[in-house]
């Protein structure tokens, strides 16, 4: 039983090395080819951003295509659900609101916590660690954000945790506050900081 649970998990890495690598054979130096305007049959490509493991520089994991026609909220809970399922194995992402402070638009977005028969919850696990940290943080920051896009769009992002607003930093990532799109434009890849 013990060996075939090893070997799986060796074939499943394996497979994932298989598309990283792939990936960054094919997209080398392409992180910057998004313009945020292109569009397609009444759709725009909206990046999911991710940080390298080794180099920590931003890339883009891949693009996701939104129709027009829905209102940012609507847009919002496309990416929020693409992150969840792409990128944070289904850990539950919810767009609560979007609502005007000072004349901002600024989303508040819930991770909502999801526990192992352990009693370990995927969040933390994700939160853990200062590489995983930094590249949950800008995973999400970033994604949501959406720096080079142009149309109409959130001026800020409020993170809560099952249901609260984070209220601090924690060890490795920093969600607490409001993080505003124009302070984000500056922070990218290598330039990161918690």
Known sequence: MQRSVIWIVTLLVAVVIGFWVGYAIR????TKSFDGQSTMSGKTCYPVYGLDAESMKEQVLFCFPIPDTLDVEGKLRLLADRLSTCVFGRLPIEVLSVDIRSGRRIARVNLQEVRDARGVGGWYVRFQGSTGGSQTQYGLV?????REYRGKWIDGIEF????????????????????????????TGSDFRL
Request: proline share 3%; aromatic share 10%; charged share 25%.
């Open 142 to 146: 970033q994604t949501f954000l959406q």
């Open 160 to 187: 809560h945790f099952d249901g609260k607003p984070f209220t601090e930093e924690w060890d490795h990532i920093n969600l607490a506050g409001v993080k505003m799109r124009e302070q984000m434009v500056a922070q």
């Open 27 to 30: 997209d080398e130096g392409s």
